[in-house]
């Protein structure tokens, strides 16, 4: 009832703004937000700009980039627009030359951590990886460290980085703090840890109690914990890790200034709220964290460079690999 009267207010407010009459056209965008999520964003942008046809294909990110290649190997990129899940994808296009600055893009409110500092790219919401438990567990973790733990024994599971973009970032993001390091991966796998798939597979162990503990995104643990399922999430007190969901404009966007309006109404706060209606955090600091979620100041993010990160890829998914095989 709560997310219906958000999105409500939030169709109101857009439908109040007058239009911007120079905005036509069409507007591709590709994307790996959930379908539903997505047509709602849509929804949202297109209401304060009726005059645009918007077009937008979805799947995940990967998949998206896959696409994306080969378009551009073909010399026929489609999208004006990316909104994806990670700033290391982004950054790798950053590195390619294939990003159109939008220097007139309002990011005075945010973290400048959490934005490319070039503005090429701009992250638009906080999807944090920390640490799920089964409610019948024994142990409550507050730190990584309590995963090492006799109570955490072969009870512990976590998406593979080899297949999960978010378990990357949490990965390099985790490894890199000074009181953890790959020391603390070396030990999660003499725990017995069970490192594969995607965060899907976790919280499916977890829930059903073939697993206690894990690592997985905050809305997954946090929406089922809301839906009745005997999970619970911690914001561990050395940090989270974050997929910042970040939008870009490609260099070859055959309507720019449709899409600079894109980017904009995204890190707006009516574009944050919109976000937080869906269930996320905003990344935006001012704009209230949905239900569930502990105040936004009270997150911790931990360190984390994109560019560093990929260019330390490769090694990083060998070192993994050999802690915990392929």
């Known amino acids: 009832m709560i997310k219906t009267k958000l999105l409500a207010a939030l169709m109101t407010v857009s439908l109040a703004t007058p239009a911007f009459a120079d ?132 009870s512990f599971a976590m998406p593979s980085p080899l297949t999960s973009g978010a378990a990357t970032i949490h990965m390099v993001s985790v490894t890199s703090h000074p009181d953890l390091g790959w020391a603390f991966y070396e030990g999660l796998a003499e725990q017995g840890a069970l490192a594969q798939g995607g965060n899907g597979g976790v919280y499916k162990a977890v829930a059903g109690g073939e697993k206690l503990y894990g690592f997985l995104v905050d809305f997954m643990a946090i929406r089922g914990a809301a839906e009745g399922a005997p999970v619970a999430f911690v914001f561990p007190q050395e940090g989270v890790s974050a997929v910042t969901e970040p939008v870009a404009i490609l260099k070859t966007a055959k309507n720019v200034e449709a899409a600079k309006a894109f980017v904009d109404f995204l890190i707006s706060e009516e574009g944050q709220a919109l976000a937080a209606s869906q269930g996320y955090l905003p990344a935006h600091p001012g704009v209230p964290a949905p239900e569930g979620f502990p105040a936004r100041d009270k997150i911790k993010l931990l360190n984390f460079d994109p560019a560093a990160a990929l260019e330390g890829d490769a090694a990083n998914k060998m070192k993994f690999e050999e802690i915990f095989g392929g």
């Open 23 to 154: 905005l036509s056209g069409k507007l591709v965008l590709y994307t790996s937000q959930p379908n539903a999520d997505a047509q709602q964003t849509v929804d949202a942008f297109k209401a304060k700009h009726p005059g645009l046809e918007i077009e937008w294909v979805r799947d995940g990110t990967s998949k998206v980039m896959a696409k994306l290649q080969a378009e551009f190997a073909a010399g026929d990129p489609q999208p004006d627009l990316l909104l994806i899940a990670d700033t290391v994808t982004m950054e790798s296009l950053k590195k390619e030359g294939r990003l159109l600055a939008h220097e007139g893009a309002d990011v005075s409110a945010y973290d400048p951590a959490i934005m490319d500092k070039d503005r090429t790219y701009f992250s638009t919401k906080l999807i944090t990886t920390g640490i799920v438990y089964n409610t019948g567990a024994s142990m409550v973790p507050a730190s990584y460290k309590d995963l090492l733990k006799p109570e955490a024994k072969d």
